[in-house]
């Protein structure tokens, strides 16, 4: 009887305790009608066969039976709730803190994320398509082999204009882009000027000009004198060479022009960025056109002449839609 009382102590006592009304089945040697568990508690809870001398016991029923019965699991405990399905976020178009890109979950989507400066190149290359279509025609309609006319020098002054019309939609300071769109005006004016022999010299002043706002858009930081000095030593010993090619009306106009164009390709390299390629190739330009010119003819130098001009050109406007960075001294 001991045995049976440990086999069924647990089970007979929560049922009457904790749930009264709840029922056990009893059996009397054979099978037998549900009764209520309150009725096994005189019996059943002190090992006796009977409770309360009038019911013969049997097997109660199976915990199983009492777990199913009250729906709960094998260990008495609800089972977790089912996870959340993920949710699909979808950053919008124009992305996070104004970046471009859409992020989200699983592999649908892919974060794409621009910088501003990556964002504006689609724009900035729809506003210098002029200046290479009017290069491209330029090259392929070959004007410096023609005769000197009106129309060879506006299909010549035509690039230089596309790309002062392109600085109306840059960033920078209102300042700095008028006096870019002003060295490129005069810079148009001097090739236009080049194209006859006669109107040379106001060629080169109003080249005079433009490098003059070129430096004045440069500024003089940081000033980087050793720059100077370095450009001093390499342009001297080419120069003193070129004015002994030169008419005497030439040289003093020439004179003044190299010094106001080795000013201009110092504040080039003291400013850096794309600022630096351009000063550096319209330098190498001047020097071509002028060997070329006054000293001894090379082979293919107009075509050096005016993609080196016009690569200078780009490089300098390009300036004025990058991000200023931080001056050093």
Known sequence: MGQWEESIWPHTSWAAEGNPGLGGRVLGGEEGPWVPSGHLISGARRGHPQGGGSISLGPVI????????????????LSPPPPEPPVLTQVPFWGVNGQHGRSGGGSAWKALLLSPSERRQPRLCLRLSPFFVTCAAYFLLWIPQDQPSWVGALVKCLPVLCLAG?????????????????????????????????????????????HLLYLWAFGLT????????????????????????????????????????????????ASGGSVRGGALLFTLSDM??????????????????????????????????????????
């Open 62 to 77: 199976s915990p199983r039976v009492h777990r199913t019965l009250l729906g709960l699991t094998c260990n008495h405990m």
């Open 166 to 210: 392109s600085l109306q939609a840059a960033r920078q300071d209102t300042g700095h882009r008028v006096l870019l769109q002003g060295a490129l005006l005069c810079s148009a004016v001097g090739d236009a000027c080049l194209i006859w022999p006669d109107a040379f010299l106001s060629g080169v002043a109003a080249f005079t000009v433009a």
């Open 222 to 269: 940081p000033l980087r004198p050793g720059l100077l000095l370095s450009i001093a030593l390499v342009s001297m010993p080419y120069y003193g060479l070129l004015l002994l090619h030169l008419p005497a009306s030439m040289v003093p106009a020439l004179a003044v022009y190299s010094l106001v164009l080795g000013s201009m390709l110092w504040r080039g390299l």
């Open 288 to 329: 071509v056109l002028a060997w070329d010119t006054f000293v001894q003819p090379l082979p293919h130098a107009r075509l050096v002449v005016m993609i080196t001009y016009y690569a200078a050109q780009l490089l300098i406007t390009l300036s004025a839609f990058q991000s200023p960075r931080p001056k050093t001294h």
